[in-house]
């Protein structure tokens, strides 16, 4: 991932926001009742494809679009099945931009495929769009921003990040449709993405989790600098990731999240 660019969280997970620098991250509130017909906002259907997420803050679900970006899916599924994702950690934690995981060295600079480790290209669909919740493939940092690996972020941008009428009118400019830039006004996103790395799935459950991990105490370098990555005693752990499939049995209980 280059940076060109829900629900009230619990009380417990809403603690973790408190930095020891004194700085405060608070959890966004999210609109919970926000429709759609952008397929992002849709709930998943029965046999979809679902990918959970067992982390030291919580769990994660997101339904991935093997349709629309096949290779990011296939390779993501395959590494989660292979145990690839097992114990490696979140390290980069930006709040109000994304959440970066899936380097099994912890460092953003390494990531593994199914094809003996080689790239895989863009897969930039038009109907899908980094909205809040978005699950994007990322590349390794300083790495060919021309092939995706095993690293992922989910994005984490406030609710007001498009609420300008100026950023509206450019989207529309570019040929977002009403329902689109309606999206991105409501729940917020990352729109300058869109067309430069890959959305292949949307968090239905867990956002407050999500919002949580954007808000972890992360290390300043020695000029004061944010590094965005974690602290040691914030570490964020992502125990397993399981793939199945969507049934309505198996979510009763949570919430969805737009």
């Known amino acids: 991932m280059h940076k060109k660019l829900c629900l ?5 997970l809403a603690l973790l926001c408190a930095c020891s620098s004194g700085e405060k991250k608070t959890p966004p509130t999210r609109p919970a009742d926000f429709v759609s017909s952008e397929r992002q906002f849709t709930a998943p259907a029965s046999g979809d494809i679902i990918a959970i997420f067992d982390t030291s803050l919580g769990e994660v679900r997101a339904v991935l679009y093997p349709d629309a970006a096949p290779m990011a899916v296939y390779n993501f599924v395959g590494l989660a099945r292979s145990g690839y994702y097992d114990n490696t950690t979140i390290w980069r934690s930006e ?5 970066q995981g899936g380097d099994a060295t912890g460092t953003g600079t390494g990531g593994s495929t199914i094809w003996s480790n080689n790239p895989y290209p863009l897969e930039a669909d038009a109907g899908l769009k980094h909205y809040a919740g978005a699950l994007c493939a990322a590349f390794a940092a300083g790495g060919d921003a021309t092939g995706g690996n095993s690293q ?3 994005v984490t941008a406030l609710p007001d990040s498009v609420s300008s009428s100026d950023l509206q009118a450019e989207l529309t400019a570019n040929g977002y ?17 869109d067309n430069t790395d890959t959305v292949f799935g949307q968090v239905y ?7 949580a991990m954007a808000c972890v105490d992360t290390v300043k370098d020695d000029d004061g600098n944010d590094t965005f990555r974690p602290t040691e005693e914030a570490a964020i752990t992502i125990n397993h990731v399981t793939i199945t499939t ?9 919430d969805t999240v737009g």
């Not at 009230?8 to 417990?12: R, W």
């Not at 449709?177 to 993405?193: F, M, N, R």
């Not at 459950?205 to 919002?211: F, L, P, S, Y």
């Open 8 to 12: 009230l969280p619990p009380l417990a």
């Open 95 to 99: 709040y109000g931009f994304a959440v």
């Open 152 to 154: 992922f972020y989910f």
């Open 177 to 193: 449709t009403d329902a689109q830039v309606a999206a991105y006004a409501a729940v917020g996103g990352l729109p300058y993405l």
């Open 205 to 211: 459950a867990g956002m407050e989790v999500v919002d």
């Open 246 to 254: 969507y049934t309505a049995e198996a979510d009763n209980g949570l």
